[in-house]
């Protein structure tokens, strides 16, 4: 930049127009930001407070009870819910489930259709990209049949592995194997490495940054599926915290143990969070760079 | 350590013959490099001799054995690409050791081996950083370590100076002349460099469409251009062609001008046969001896400090390069007589464009 333009003393003008931007990106954020922030402030306060419709804007002093009582307790005041240790652990374990599977088995495949040549093979990866165009919704009516003949409802493998098949990883890691040069492969073959051991010693490490962004998206669809859950899922004890949070809302009709409500969404919030907050400098790297 | 020897080898893509019967016996110790331009099978070749391409006919033989069938890693050789082909993700050390580890080489023997090709190629200092935080030059010296250590048959080099530039090429040049010659290991080196060709080489393979147009030493090569692409190919610049016709006497050729230059062997059975006439730039002098030679119009003047070339025109308007040591003792516009030295002239045929021996 050049130094006149540097120096040149900045109008009222200017000073506005730099303004806007920032006041728009503080409005976003306060709009996004106030939920939460009501969320939280619910959650320490009991729920006659907050059901009179009236909630101050500073913390109360029912946390503690609040926390604890959704934590372990199977009921409220008003009505009886699933622990929400439980429902954690159960969305815990679904978000999991999905998030590795999903990596494992796109890896595998998009290994297969990137490195090797076998019959069929164009077929094969058409296949893989036009499950794209089906998603659960569409299939979740037969999806479930399947799974309701094998006797999969109410069950961990039930919940996840329908959605573990995925088309977006596959080529995901497919595009990013194509990018890998055949002089590697080459040199490795010469090295001496078989299939599998190209895969674990070059392909893999290679891969982790990617491997690291996926595994933060997918784990985070895997904890916001809702759908699925409430359809292979009707024991309370299978109950993921999504469903949870929905049935404890009820229908309107029933009061609702807002304070609960409140904590129990608060502490749903957590795990994503602490997914994204780890693995944020790997997300990122996966996302921008690719080291070669 | 071990021969090479490439019989008949042939390549068809489809219906497409890329490689049309090579034959050669490398052997045990020797240079051989695999010159020709883009695109003449060189590289495809190598890639067979490797195993990375697979044979259609004909035998490729490595120490005694036909390894036609044998994986990439079963042939004993090593290869080094072009692009270094280093794993990024693996340190200099492991780099050069992952072959070894694969073939269950001991810990100990490892370290042994892989210390002292790094004290070889002076990578001693680097051995635990990344490919990504070495220069081309050392990238380089990384993947002939990785061939080094596996003490192979051969070794197999795929245009390896190409992605340098020229400075550290010529020098990456001499290292790899050195270590040859310390090692003593067969090797295959392909390239469409001819000075690498010529420095490198105990013999040349030239290579063009698929065919070896000249196999020799680079002198050879040189010398006696077996047919016209090699006389073209070979020496910078590159060799003036003239149609020219054997005069009735057999004694020498007579140039279109109507000069006639003597043979330095009469072949008086090929009086009267229109030729192809070769003669290098640097064997061109300005006539001093008073022969009858066509003057030469001198067009531009390149001064390149230790030589002067001079692109010249002859009277019936043929180009004539005539490279000459020393600083310019002509300029634009001039007119020069000029002569081959004695024995300099290359006669090839007007149809086949083979070396007609004399």
């Known amino acids: 930049m050049s130094n006149a333009h540097m120096t040149e003393p900045r109008t009222t003008g200017r000073r506005l127009i730099d303004l806007v931007p920032h006041i728009v990106l503080i409005v976003g954020v306060l709009i996004f930001a106030f939920p939460i922030y009501v969320t939280l402030i619910g959650s320490t306060w009991d729920a006659a407070t907050i059901g009179r419709g009236s909630l101050p804007m500073t913390p109360g002093a029912e946390a503690w009870t609040n926390y604890s009582q959704a934590w372990s307790e199977s009921h409220g005041e008003r009505a009886s819910y699933t622990p929400v240790r439980l429902m954690l652990m159960n969305s815990l374990i679904m978000a999991l489930s999905i998030a590795v599977g999903k990596i494992a088995i796109s890896i595998l495949s998009a290994y297969a259709v990137a490195f090797f040549r076998f019959p069929l093979r164009m077929v094969f990866f058409w296949m893989i990209f036009i499950t794209l165009m089906l998603p659960v919704e569409v299939r979740i009516i037969p999806t479930y049949k399947v799974v309701a003949d094998l006797g999969m409802i109410d069950s961990y493998a039930g919940l996840a592995i329908p959605l573990i098949a995925s088309a977006t990883a596959t080529l995901l890691f497919r595009q990013f194997f194509l990018t890998i040069p055949d002089e590697l492969v080459e040199a490795a073959k010469i090295d001496g490495a078989g299939p599998l051991r190209f895969f674990f010693d070059i392909l893999l490490p290679l891969s982790k940054t990617n491997i690291a962004a996926l595994f933060v998206i997918l784990f985070i669809y895997g904890w916001n599926q809702y759908l699925w859950p409430l359809l292979v899922t009707n024991s309370a004890d299978m109950e993921t915290i999504v469903i949870g949070i929905t049935k404890m809302i009820g229908t309107g009709e029933a009061a609702n143990d807002w304070n609960l409500i409140m904590a129990t969404t608060v502490m749903a919030m957590l795990p994503p969070v602490a997914v994204v907050v780890f693995m944020q400098r790997w997300f990122i790297k996966g996302l921008v760079d690719s080291e070669k | ?358």
Do not use: W
Request: glycine share 10%.
């Open chain 2, 1 to 358: 350590m071990a021969t090479v020897e490439i019989k008949n080898v042939r390549k068809s893509y489809g219906p497409v013959e890329a490689i049309k019967g090579i034959d050669i016996a490398i052997q045990d110790g020797e240079f051989l490099v695999l010159l020709g331009p883009s695109g003449c099978g060189k590289s495809t070749l190598l890639r067979m001799v490797a195993g990375l391409e697979s044979i259609t006919g004909g035998q490729v033989v490595i120490g005694g054995r036909v390894v036609n069938d044998l994986e990439p890693k079963d042939r004993d050789i090593a290869m080094v690409f072009q692009n270094y082909a280093l794993y990024p993700h693996m340190s200099v050390f492991d780099n050069m050791a992952y072959g070894l580890k694969i073939r269950g080489v001991d810990k100990a023997e490892i370290e042994s081996r892989v210390a002292k090709a790094a004290e070889i190629l002076e990578l001693g200092r680097f051995l635990t950083r990344r490919p990504s935080q070495l220069s081309g030059g050392q990238r380089q010296r990384v993947a002939m370590g990785r061939a080094i250590v596996r003490e192979p048959a051969a070794f197999l080099f795929d245009e390896p100076l190409s992605n340098l530039d020229a400075k550290l090429r010529t020098q990456m040049r001499i290292e790899i002349k050195r270590l040859q010659d310390r090692l003593g290991i067969t090797s295959l080196y392909v390239t469409h460099d001819q000075v690498e060709a010529m420095t490198l080489a105990d013999r040349v393979l030239v290579m063009n469409h698929g065919v070896a147009e000249q196999i020799g030493t680079p002198l050879e090569v040189y010398q006696r251009p077996a047919s016209l692409f090699v006389a073209g190919f070979i020496g910078s610049p590159p060799m003036n062609v003239l149609d020219a016709v054997i005069d009735p006497s057999g004694q020498g050729v007579m140039m279109p001008g109507g000069a006639l230059l003597p043979l330095a062997r009469p072949r008086p059975s090929d009086a009267n046969r229109p030729v192809k006439l070769g003669i290098r730039p640097e064997h061109l002098a300005i006539n001093e001896d008073g022969l009858d030679t066509s003057p030469v119009l001198v067009e531009l003047v390149e001064a390149l400090g230790a030589d002067t070339v001079v692109y010249g025109r002859l009277p019936d308007g043929e180009p004539l390069l005539i490279r000459m040591s020393g600083l310019p003792s002509c300029k634009e516009g001039d007119r020069l007589a000029v002569a081959p030295q004695p024995g300099a002239l290359h006669l090839f045929d007007t149809a086949t464009g083979r070396r007609l021996e004399d």
